[in-house]
T-cell receptor
Framework: AQTVTQSQPEMSVQEAETVTLSCTYD???????LFWYKQPPSRQMILVIR??????QNATENRFSVNFQKAAKSFSLKISDSQLGDAAMYFC?????????????FGKGTKLSVIP | KAGVTQTPRYLIKTRGQQVTLSCSPI?????VSWYQQTPGQGLQFLFE???????NKGNFPGRFSGRQFSNSRSEMNVSTLELGDSALYLC?????????????FGPGTRLLVL
């Protein structure tokens, strides 16, 4: 079974600084997706960024970028120029690619605080 | 385009009762998945429906069931509620096609069982 581990339950960052959230996963599959979702206090789960395992290039979305190390099964999220609105729970998630199911496996989450 | 909607947003029930939650996916999305979120267990997959068929089911007791209608709207039902069923229930929808398989979440239904 696939597992996703986020080893940092809580992190904090100064506004305008950069922070990196860690995620490791375990799978025997070669083709899969990895995601970072953000869950603010409103509890709405918002997609931050997506990475396809077959792509060697790291995904970026504005201030958000990932460092995807397939061999190490590592998928970290870097947030640059942190803003107060970035404060939230961040979940790393895995999904096997292919027909049959869209089941996501989530990590336990990292609570990010942004200090003004 | 409207996002995923879930109703009701909040529910209070007592032990032994049953509850039905509803999820309307993004227009055109045919896959709907349900997740339970609790402080202790985190986010756990309940089941997924595609074209009115359950494609996959998580490790939950038979008290948890669901269905999907021809318009892709989905409902989940929990019978004989237990205190441990108190949770945030999240629904996610996805467009089933190559390269467009990201799941988008609704705001959730918060269920409190007394």
């Amino acid at each position: 079974a696939q597992t996703v581990t986020q080893s940092q339950p809580e992190m904090s960052v100064q506004e305008a600084e950069t922070v990196t959230l860690s995620c490791t996963y375990d799978t025997s599959e070669s083709d899969y997706y990895l995601f970072w979702y953000k869950q603010p206090p409103s509890r709405q789960m918002i997609l931050v960024i997506r990475q396809e395992a077959y792509k060697q290039q790291n995904a970026t979305e504005n201030r958000f970028s990932v460092n995807f190390q397939k061999a190490a099964k590592s998928f970290s999220l870097k947030i640059s120029d942190s803003q107060l609105g970035d404060a939230a729970m961040y979940f790393c998630a895995y999904r096997r690619r292919g027909a049959g199911s869209y089941q996501l496996t989530f990590g336990k989450g990292t609570k990010l605080s942004v200090i003004p | 385009k409207a996002g995923v909607t879930q109703t009701p947003r909040y529910l209070i029930k007592t032990r032994g009762q049953q509850v039905t939650l509803s999820c309307s996916p993004i227009s055109g999305h045919r896959s709907v998945s349900w997740y339970q979120q609790t402080p202790g267990q985190g986010l756990q997959f309940l089941f997924e429906y595609f074209s009115e068929t359950q494609r996959n089911k998580g490790n939950f007791p038979g008290r948890f069931s669901g269905r999907q209608f021809s318009n892709s709207r989905s409902e989940m039902n929990v019978s004989t509620l237990e205190l441990g069923d108190s949770a945030l229930y999240l629904c996610a929808s996805s467009l089933v096609s190559l390269r467009q398989e990201t799941q988008y979440f609704g705001p959730g239904t918060r269920l409190l069982v007394l």
